[in-house]
């Protein structure tokens, strides 16, 4: 299928760039455009490949109807000029996690994950529990690793565990996980998607091609992922973190079909947030046998993943943490919600257009809001409607030192800043990194 091929690829990131690296083994002829500079090193790899790199603001006036298939970055919208151009010229468009999914060997088992929060940690339990069960299993997708990226090391009887976006999935046809969570869905990536329905319609299609032999894992609390799944063609396993389900909290403990499976106290990580992570985890590999004991020793030992609500440093009784991943207000409704301390909130980052009215209720231990890039001053409005000090500031870094030179002794500093990063920087990953190393500086 993507053998003998002419294809184009739009945007290059990590994506881009492994995706073409895969294909360059298959007598493919291939373009990579973007219009950002990319590394050099990465472009005469390719170019050793046989692949051609071509930067341009303009990539519609490179492509013709000679070629067989669009890649596209998922970050690309899908009303792109040229996502159209292509489609005019019949050209099929695809992702790149659509693509490697067809280089997978037959005989693996593919868990994906998908939601409007919790994505990373439930991919990266799921990850963590089937290690330590001793089998073969791979993580990637959209926490970091593509997965033309690792596919090639995929063996047959392998697991696969990905975290798949909606963006990703709205450019996949044949993908088919064997086991797909639906974390949660709330209102989020409407400047992408138009609507908050088409965002649902595009999460829902990680089901797409299930029939009853695929496990599909939904979140009953969560009224909109329950109702719209209720016509899938899966067999549905449910959990909840309120009310009776399949996977359950009674008793101070989880259950999972009225098992016992781990008290409360013996997890390190905290929040009903991470119960409802942690119970997707649970039902998606006892589908591969995992015992209670697996589960509490990762349980015992696992504090959560990096850029979601990360300690980073104590500074003169001053607790920092990076929540770079909150890219919407509801995860830093989260985030606020594991706090009963005084806390410095950091909040800022591209300007989607979207209310931060939403956090209103959320804001009970925080002193004072520092805000910064394109939403600064919106969220200063905000902030004055709460009648919560708020300090506008340019750059992250500026408002981090000016927290901490604001701050007292017990105080938490915390950026969880409740917009996508790309105003100021490529990813989420390289804000919390920014902020970090700007914490340990000042020690």
């Keep these: 299928m993507f053998k003998n091929k002419k294809i184009f690829v739009l945007g290059m990131a990590r994506s881009g760039y492994e995706v073409s690296k895969l294909l360059s083994k298959y007598n493919n002829e291939i373009l990579v455009t973007d219009k950002k500079e990319q590394d050099i090193k990465h472009i005469e790899e390719l170019e050793e490949l046989g692949v051609t790199f071509i930067q341009s603001d303009d990539p519609v006036s490179l492509i013709d109807s000679s070629y067989d298939l669009v890649i596209k970055n ?6 792109h000029p040229l996502i159209l151009k292509a489609i005019e010229l019949g050209i099929k ?28 940690t439930t991919t990266t339990l799921v990850y963590e529990f089937i290690k330590a069960m001793g089998k073969r299993v791979h993580l990637g997708g959209n926490i970091g690793y593509p997965l033309s990226q690792i596919v090639e090391n995929v063996e047959m009887n392998d697991v696969v565990v990905l975290e798949i976006s909606a963006q990703q999935l709205h450019d996949c046809y044949d993908f088919n996980p064997n086991v797909s969570i639906l974390t949660n869905l709330v209102p989020v990536h409407i400047d992408f998607f138009g609507t908050y329905e088409n965002y649902i319609d595009h999460k829902l299609r990680i089901f797409m091609n299930h029939n009853s032999k695929n496990i599909a894992i939904i979140n009953k609390s969560n009224k909109d992922s329950y109702e719209s799944t209720k016509d899938i063609k899966s067999n549905k396993v449910y959990f909840s973190s309120s009310e009776e389900a399949d996977a359950c909290i009674k008793d101070s403990a989880i259950y999972y079909n009225d098992e016992k499976i781990i008290n409360l106290n013996e997890i390190r990580v905290k929040g009903m947030h991470n119960y409802e992570n942690i119970m997707c985890a649970i039902i ?5 046998g995992i015992s209670n004991e697996t589960i509490k020793e990762v349980l015992n030992k696992f504090t959560g993943v990096e850029h979601r609500i990360e300690f980073v440093a104590k500074i003169n009784g001053r607790e920092f943490y990076n929540d770079s991943k909150a890219t919407n207000v509801k995860s830093t409704e989260i985030a606020l919600n594991a706090f009963n301390t005084p806390t410095i909130l950091l909040l800022g980052g591209l300007d989607r257009g979207h209310s931060f009215e939403d956090l209103k209720d959320d804001l009970t231990h925080v002193t004072h809001i520092v805000c910064y890039g394109e939403t600064k001053d919106r969220i200063k409005e905000f902030a004055d409607e709460c009648k919560i000090d708020c300090t506008v500031v340019n750059i ?20 969880s800043p409740a917009c996508a990063s790309w105003d100021q920087f490529d990813d989420f990953e390289k804000r919390g990194d920014t902020f970090k190393e700007t914490v340990n500086s000042l020690e």
């Design 396 to 415: 992250l870094e500026e408002a981090t030192k000016f927290a901490y030179n604001i701050s007292n002794d017990g105080d938490t500093i915390l950026l």
């Design 74 to 79: 998922p970050g690309i919208r899908y009303d």
């Design 284 to 288: 998606a590999t006892k589908e591969l």
């Design 93 to 120: 468009v695809v992702n790149e996690v659509e693509v490697a999914y067809h280089f997978l060997p037959r005989e693996v088992f593919v868990i994906a994950v998908t939601g409007a929060n919790g994505k990373t």
